[in-house]
């Protein structure tokens, strides 16, 4: 789960320039297996959907009402497979560009019969911007986005007041949206941006320093129980839509 999800801005921007030039992703290299190839041919006709900038008919997607969770950078899958498991009452929208995760994910939906995850192999950026209107979501989940541990690079986090604030508008009143990373000085930053967006209202107690115990349906990744098995923390944090 710890596949890139983030900003690559050139300079310090405002608002808008922001928004124009985040990206949620980063590119890298990778090679699909003969399994996730099989996948992409036998699932991605029907679980795969095309990038069309234009209002997204969610009930036409999944084929039904439901409510709706966009998901942005599914890493290889796991976690969005167990999640669209426990949860069959919503609908996940996921968006991942690393091609051999989306032919993972495809595997796991043909393995699990999961009929409540459709995949965007697009920048989750242009999509909120092009396909997904205000209002239109009932939750967000960001997990264990790219860090960007070095100082001078802290610019090119996804996590940003100017995405925060689009996500926010993005969301349904009483909608929710879910990070969770293991960097605990991104954490931080990630506390502080969404404390001062002001269409966002933290969900932690007053006792928990502004996070959250990990939620139910979030499974620990492999990554994540290697990290916590050498003393590593993970902080998750949950705000509403006010």
């Known amino acids: 789960m710890t596949d890139p999800r983030h900003a690559q801005p050139r300079s310090t921007p405002d608002d808008k320039t922001f928004m124009r030039e985040v990206k949620s992703y980063v590119l890298r290299a990778g090679r699909m297996g003969p399994g996730q190839a099989r996948a992409y041919e036998q699932h991605g006709p029907r679980f795969l959907l095309p990038y069309t900038p234009g209002a997204f008919d969610a009930t036409a997607a999944f084929g039904r009402s439901a409510p709706l969770i966009l998901e942005i950078g599914f890493g290889m899958g ?82 940003q007041a100017p995405f925060v604030n689009r996500l926010a508008h993005h969301l349904k009143p009483g909608g929710y949206l879910h990070l969770a990373t293991d960097w605990e000085p991104y954490a931080q930053q990630m506390l502080d941006v969404l404390c001062a967006e002001p269409l966002l209202q933290n969900t932690a107690d007053a006792a928990s320093e502004g996070f959250v115990p990990q939620p139910g349906y979030r499974p620990l990744t492999k990554f994540e129980n290697r990290g916590l098995k050498l003393g590593h923390g993970v902080w998750d944090l949950v705000f509403r839509r006010v």
Not at 109 to 130: C, P, S, W
């Open 78 to 159: 796991g976690a969005t497979a167990h999640i669209a498991a426990v949860r069959p009452d919503d609908n996940f929208l996921c968006c991942e560009v690393h091609e051999p995760g989306v032919g993972a994910l495809l595997k796991l939906v043909g393995e699990q019969g999961l009929e409540n995850i459709r995949i965007l192999r697009h920048d989750a950026v242009e999509v909120l911007t092009h396909m997904l209107g205000e209002a239109s979501l009932d939750g967000v989940h960001i997990f264990f986005p790219d860090p960007w541990h070095k100082s001078r690079h802290h610019k090119r986090r996804l996590i």
